[in-house]
């Protein structure tokens, strides 16, 4: 199994530029997450979703959107990026709900925003 | 909100040292809880959790970490740390369905050889 995987691993974008970032998961798992790590601040959730077709707001989801069409992909949008958005993205995934629950991360992806 | 704090950004020690790094939580009710480390270019894995019973927990690699509910602390600890530990630690809290994580800042653990 390759876990959780994300792409891409590095990426560079202009203000106002759009992109998005794949999450895939091959463990069948019902919860997807996408967290942003900054220094000093940990991570913090964006968005997650609870099953195919679901999604809902973090802490910090202002400025990105997402999609799970798919139970295996979590897709995480950015339609004009700022360079407040430089940062690295993590991809979580964990079995259910539960909060007994490990969650599984992906290698994380490097998004600067010029 | 829950919040986590982690007392130490950066922590630099020599091999053979002992670590205890601090973390404690906000939130009165049951939680669960966890330390992860993240490695120089590696995505995060789970180092230990607690969520019920002998307030001591054993990790991976020689970590443990010990509840005390009474000071809503969860610190990891390691008697002697080698160069390999040199990585960023964070501590974690999860109090809702949903199992959204609550992360602390992280502290940075650089062992020296």
């Known amino acids: 199994n390759a876990g959780v995987t994300q792409t891409p691993k590095f990426r560079v974008l202009k203000t106002g530029q759009s992109m998005t970032l794949l999450c895939a998961q091959d463990?069948?798992?019902?919860?997807m997450y996408w967290y942003r790590q900054d220094p000093g601040m940990g991570l913090r959730l964006i968005h997650y979703?609870?099953?195919?077709?679901?999604?809902a707001k973090g802490e910090v989801p202002d400025g990105y959107n997402v999609s799970r069409l798919k139970k295996q992909n979590f897709l995480l949008g950015l339609e004009s990026a700022a360079p407040s958005q430089t940062s690295v993205y993590f991809c979580?995934?964990?079995?259910?709900?539960?909060?007994?629950?490990?969650?599984?991360f992906g290698p994380g992806t490097r998004l600067t925003v010029l | 909100a829950q919040s986590v704090s982690q007392h130490n950004h950066h922590v630099i020690l020599s091999e053979a040292a002992s670590l205890e790094l601090g973390c404690n939580y906000s939130?009165?009710?049951?939680?669960?809880l966890f330390w992860y480390v993240q490695y120089p270019g590696q995505h995060l894995q789970l180092l230990l959790k607690y969520f019920s019973g002998d307030p001591l927990v054993k990790g991976i690699k020689g970590f443990e970490a010990e509840f005390i509910k009474s000071k809503f602390s969860f610190n990891l600890r390691k008697p002697s740390v080698q160069w390999s530990d040199t990585a960023e630690y964070f501590c974690a809290v999860n109090v809702h369905w949903g199992n959204k994580l609550v992360f602390g800042a992280g502290t940075i653990l650089r062992v020296k050889s």
């Open positions: 463990m069948n798992h019902e919860y």
């Open positions: 979580a995934s964990s079995e259910s709900g539960s909060s007994y629950n490990e969650q599984f």
């Open positions: 979703s609870v099953g195919e077709g679901t999604t």
């Open positions: 939130y009165g009710g049951t939680v669960n």
